[in-house]
T-cell receptor, first 115, second 111 residues
Framework: DTGVSQDPRHKITKRGQNVTFRCDPI?????LYWYRQTLGQGPEFLTYFQNEAQLEKSRLLSDRFSAERPKGSFSTLEIQRTEQGDSAMYLC?????????????FGSGTQLSVL | DAKTTQPPSMDCAEGRAANLPCNHS???????VYWYRQIHSQGPQYIIH???NNETNEMASLIITEDRKSSTLILPHATLRDTAVYYCIVSKGGGADGLTFGKGTHLIIQP
């Protein structure tokens, strides 16, 4: 399977713990995105990378959240001191772009539950 | 990005064409209309996008009105696997240029 891969699929943690998620994009894609989705809502943009550079961060991304993409390949999203409000699906996407615009390819997400 | 308006839910019989409407009356001249869908427990899936001409691919057709204030996504022969939430998004370029998902239309294909 050459799609976007996310690990783990599910994560249950206690409030105050740190968690880290991993995303492996489609290999030839140089842009990588993180989104968050809560029940009944559409995905919300968190941040994106062009190769290894983090170019934009949403105001939703508090200081407890940090994302990295070393060497412009896989990416990690870490949440420190988790809160119950962090419970959500965290989606990763990578993209291909041509003269007609950009298409995002999403992974299946990591479902986080903070108890 | 301009906002879009979609019905919250729609039903369609299996084998029939599913026509999903979207209003985007404040769209600007350089914004594309994108459609994504999300099947339960999966990430969103790109379907199609267009600027002003009608577009067709292996998944669907996109019909954009001449004034570009509305569009329709057409799934020509809906199957049960097309049951999903469908998002209509207007964006200058797609990802980095802003891809803001609303609540979409929950399309239910009835057997």
């Amino acid at each position: 399977d050459t799609g976007v891969s996310q690990d783990p699929r599910h994560k249950i943690t206690k409030r105050g713990q740190n968690v880290t998620f991993r995303c492996d994009p489609i290999s030839e894609h140089n842009r990588l995105y993180w989104y968050r989705q809560t029940l009944g809502q559409g995905p919300e943009f968190l941040t994106y990378f062009q190769n290894e550079a983090q170019l934009e961060k949403s105001r939703l991304l508090s200081d407890r959240f940090s994302a990295e993409r070393p060497k412009g390949s896989f990416s990690t999203l870490e949440i420190q001191r988790t809160e119950q409000g962090d419970s959500a699906m965290y989606l990763c996407a990578s993209s291909t772009r041509d003269l007609k615009g950009e298409k995002l390819f999403f992974g299946s997400g990591t479902q986080l539950s903070v108890l | 990005d301009a906002k879009t308006t979609q019905p919250p839910s729609m039903d369609c019989a299996e084998g029939r064409a599913a026509n999903l409407p979207c209003n985007h009356s404040t769209i600007s001249g350089n914004e594309y209309v994108y459609w994504y869908r999300q099947i339960h427990s999966q990430g969103p899936q790109y379907i199609i996008h267009g600027l002003k001409n009608n577009e067709t691919n292996e998944m669907a057709s996109l019909i954009i009105t001449e004034d570009r204030k509305s569009s329709t996504l057409i799934l020509p022969h809906a199957t049960l696997r097309d049951t999903a939430v469908y998002y209509c998004i207007v964006s200058k370029g797609g990802g980095a240029d802003g891809l803001t998902f609303g609540k979409g239309t929950h399309l239910i294909i009835q057997p």
